[in-house]
């Protein structure tokens, strides 16, 4: 599902060259779970935007579901964004819109037929826990609620890769857990998941595959 | 999708607010002084084709030449070239045509010893010799004919009309040209201002995978909206203001350009007009650029 060859990213501010990864390798199957960890700044997020293209690595090899990502060109971008879900520390939800409109902004823009939109919204949001909320705003919905959402939205474009960066961030350690349970609820029902947080303790909580990124290398790739 | 794009299109020129109603206001005012120059520049047009058409160089001959002697001069006159018709005119002719002229005061003519008028003949020049140089020239040829005792007409003032016209038409496209780069200039700002509000919508749009066509299409099509919206309101104001000057004009009209009747813009016109503003919109909109893509 995801393969990385001898991927190296350097930033260029100016005359200054930042390496934010270097020499990274490794490969996620289909159906696994893998936890992406290592200090902030290590080069997590970097990671997770080469695989979705919003950066282009300055070097090595990028697979993600069947497209060959460093020789995709611009217009095939959306193609491989389809098939792929993404999730952040912020929820991202537009506020003028409902959480039910949230998430079916997200396949109308995709141009799903209009009658698959409303079972599939109210699906995600039943996987999320949250069909009883979606009429609600998103600033009448809780930090917990409002990432849920977030993640109903990328379910709902049944991808096949699911990626989080730092996913509960902004959460307290109960509403963490019960995300963090959603997110192996989904991994049980067959998506694939990278996630990437700095926490440590989450990482070891979850108990799966664990790669760890030092200074932009990867030094640790256990479990799972 | 047609629906989410007119949905999200309608979202947009909500979200352009008060810089899009000046946008609107901008491309109805530089429309609609195109247009008005325009519709001058039409009937002034009209008019000096009209003048052209009704054209005659008289040529006045020093006697009256006897029958047989008519068609081998009006032979001559043609070979002269630039000439579209020849009507010869005998002493008898002018003399019926000054009485039908002065009407109830004819008898006045019937008082002379003898008919005072030459015999002429009248020269139309053809149509694309009407300039002012072939006339003239023509002119002077036909006054070198030995029969020929004066040369009466010209073009000059028929050209002044001309060249007033053109100098309608490029004022208009002068001022509307101006107006219309303010316009395109206000959409665009318009534009990036929607671009700036939706900002954190197109990065959604982005992160799911939309194509970049849905995410500009409303943006363009807000633009065309609000450039057709300027044209149909250019296009009213110049009617009413057509309707509302005409009957005070028309007589002024007969009078000093012999126009019978003013006219509006053609369809084909109207169409050009309407698609102008759509097209200066969709500009506008094209050309804002916000954040581009990654
Ligand atoms: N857009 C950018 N331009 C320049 N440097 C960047 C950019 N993004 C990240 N970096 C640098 O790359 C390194 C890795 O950052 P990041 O991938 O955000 O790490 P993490 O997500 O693990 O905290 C850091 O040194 C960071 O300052
Ligand atoms: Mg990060």
Redesign the pocket.
């Known amino acids: 599902m995801v393969q990385l060859q001898r991927v190296g990213k350097v ?1 260029r ?1 100016g005359p200054v060259r ?1 390496q ?1 990864l270097a020499d990274v390798s490794f490969r996620v199957g289909k159906g696994e779970f893998a936890i992406l960890t ?10 997770l935007r080469l695989l979705y293209r919003e950066e282009v690595p300055s070097e090595g090899e990028i697979q993600v579901a069947g497209f060959d990502v460093t020789a995709l060109r611009r217009a095939e971008v959306p193609m491989l964004r389809r098939a792929i879900g993404i999730v952040f520390q912020d929820a991202k939800l537009l506020p003028g819109r409902t959480a039910y409109e949230n998430i079916a902004f997200g396949l109308r823009v995709l141009g799903v037929p209009r009658r698959e939109i409303t079972p599939r919204v109210f699906q995600a949001l039943k996987a999320v826990g949250l069909s009883a909320r979606a009429q609600a705003l998103p600033a009448q919905l809780s930090l917990g609620e409002q990432q849920r959402v977030a993640l109903a939205r990328a379910l709902a474009k049944e991808p096949a890769l699911l990626l989080a ?1 730092e996913p509960t961030g902004s959460l307290d350690e109960a509403v963490s857990l019960e995300v963090l349970d959603l997110f192996h609820q989904i991994w049980q029902r067959g998506t694939t998941i990278l996630l ?1 947080t ?1 926490s440590r303790t989450l990482a070891s909580q979850l108990k799966r595959r664990t790669l760890v ?1 030092e200074s ?1 290398r990867l030094v640790k790739d256990e479990g799972g | 999708m047609l629906g989410f794009l007119l949905g999200e299109t309608v979202r947009d020129l909500r979200r352009a607010g008060r810089v899009g109603v000046s946008a609107v206001f901008l491309i109805t005012l530089s429309l609609a002084a195109l247009g008005c120059f325009w519709l001058l520049s039409l009937n002034l047009g009209r008019a000096v084709a009209e003048w052209r058409e009704r054209l005659r160089v008289i040529a006045y001959l020093k006697a009256e030449p006897p029958p047989e002697a008519v068609a081998p001069l009006l032979k001559r006159i043609e070979a002269l070239g630039g000439i579209q018709r020849l009507r010869y005119v005998d002493k008898r002719e002018a003399l019926a045509t000054l009485k039908r002229e002065l009407g109830s005061q004819a008898g006045v003519v019937d008082q002379l010893p003898s008919n005072p008028l030459p015999a002429s003949v009248e020269v139309t020049p053809a149509r694309d010799a009407a300039t002012p140089e072939a006339t003239r020239a023509l002119v002077q040829r036909l006054m070198e004919l030995p029969e020929v005792e004066e040369v009466q007409g010209g073009t000059e003032w028929v050209e002044r009309l001309a060249q007033w016209q053109r100098l309608l038409g490029g004022i208009g496209l002068g001022v509307g040209g101006v107006l219309a780069l303010a316009a395109i200039l206000t959409v665009t700002t318009a534009t990036t201002l929607v671009l700036h509000v939706k900002r954190a919508e197109m990065e959604i749009m982005r992160l799911v995978g939309a194509t970049e066509a849905v995410i500009r299409v409303p943006l363009l099509l807000q633009g065309l909206l609000q450039g057709l919206l300027g044209a149909v309101m250019a296009l009213g104001s110049l009617w009413l203001a057509y309707t509302v000057a005409l009957p005070r004009l028309e007589p002024l009209l007969t009078l000093t350009l012999g126009l019978q009747r003013a006219s509006f813009l053609s369809p084909l016109e109207v169409v050009l007009l309407l698609g102008g503003g759509g097209l200066l919109g969709a500009f506008g909109g094209l050309l804002a650029r916000g954040r581009g893509p990654a």
């Open positions: 930033y501010l930042i934010a290592g200090p902030s700044g290590a080069g997590k997020t970097t990671l960066d990437a700095h990124l932009g």
